[in-house]
């Protein structure tokens, strides 16, 4: 083998294989404890494979989502905490998966830097594989890009592609009816959406990230980035118990252009604002940004991060089962003749 006369090197350029490599062997633990049935293969292949079979399915129909967590990432970096930063990744994708009657099967991630920073790439990665174990579904693969000159130091950039899977025939929505009781889930905060917002709030406020939160203990930043809740398992197991007829992910848009997406035509919703409390981060943007209410609610969860549309003599029990699993729950109003979603009360 001849070598050039200058001897430049992949890693003068910037990119630093070795790195990468070292990065696979730290996540594997990770990724192992995301195995399920139907995984098939581990990490370093040139692809995943996944065997629809083994995973109990016998006329399946494949659904597909992608997703990122948009500028929340910019909190991530500048405060330095990436731990759970994974986590809103994952549950992007699987709760939107979920919505469509899916069980999320596996995920798969794209990780691109300017330059991999190792402890920083792994916390990021483990939170990725902690999402995956929360929702039942594997990481079995993903793609770290290292570009020089593509990011500007300690900047990075997060995709998640999840695939799920459902017997043929049970797909959501289906049989959404006037009458049918809508449930509200908790959030827990913003969740990923609306950061762009929230980061120019946060700038008029004068605060910085590691100032004292104004709604609860610890720093400002560490509260905005509390992950976007897993809804997966929860709302799964309330859609085979019976009488769950539509899910709606509540993210940009908000409860005014979510729950639309799930309501067939001629129907609409009625919400009653005053069915549970405002969480106190959104207190404080309202407060600190002078918000309309109606702007708020096509901007933010405001508290409610999935809604179920449920057979009104199912409501309670189902409600019950939802609460025994963790989950905070409220009677938020019901689907009704008409279009779009009419709000009743305040939000407080």
Known sequence: ??????????????????????????????????????????????GALFDLKAAGYRDPVLVAATDGVGTKLRIAID????????????????NDLVCQ????????????????????????????????????CALIGGETAEMPGMYSKGDFDLAGFAVGAMERGADLPAGVSEGDVLLGLGSNGVHSNGYSLVRKL?????????????????????????????????????VRSGGVHALAHITGGGLT???????PEGLGAEIDLDA??????????????????????????????????VAADRA???AAELTEAGETVCKLG???????????????
């Open 1 to 46: 083998m001849t070598t050039g006369k200058n001897g430049i090197t992949y890693a003068q350029a910037g990119v630093d294989i070795d790195a990468g490599n070292e990065l696979v062997e730290r996540i594997k633990p990770a990724a192992k404890r995301t195995a399920r049935p139907g995984v098939m293969a581990g990490l370093g292949g040139f």
């Open 79 to 94: 405060t330095g905490h990436f731990s759970t930063i994974g986590i809103d990744l994952v549950a992007m994708c699987v």
């Open 101 to 136: 009657g899916a069980e999320p099967l596996f995920f798969l991630d794209y990780f691109a830097t300017g330059k991999l920073e190792l402890d920083a790439a792994t916390d990021i990665i483990n939170g990725i594989a902690k999402g995956c174990e929360l929702s039942g």
């Open 202 to 238: 946060v700038e008029v406020s004068g605060l910085g990230w590691d100032a004292d939160c104004p709604w609860t203990d610890g720093s400002l930043g560490a509260a905005l980035l509390a992950p976007t809740r897993l809804y997966v398992k929860q709302a799964l197991a309330a």
């Open 257 to 263: 252009e979510n729950l639309p997406r799930v309501l």
């Open 276 to 309: 549970w409390d405002l969480p106190g981060v959104f207190g404080w943007l309202r407060e600190t940004g002078g918000m309309a209410e109606a702007e708020m609610l096509k901007t933010f969860n405001c508290g409610i991060g999935m809604v179920l549309a």
């Open 316 to 318: 309670d029990a189902l």
């Open 334 to 348: 019901r689907v009704a003749a008409g279009e779009g979603v009419r709000y009743t009360g305040t939000l407080r």
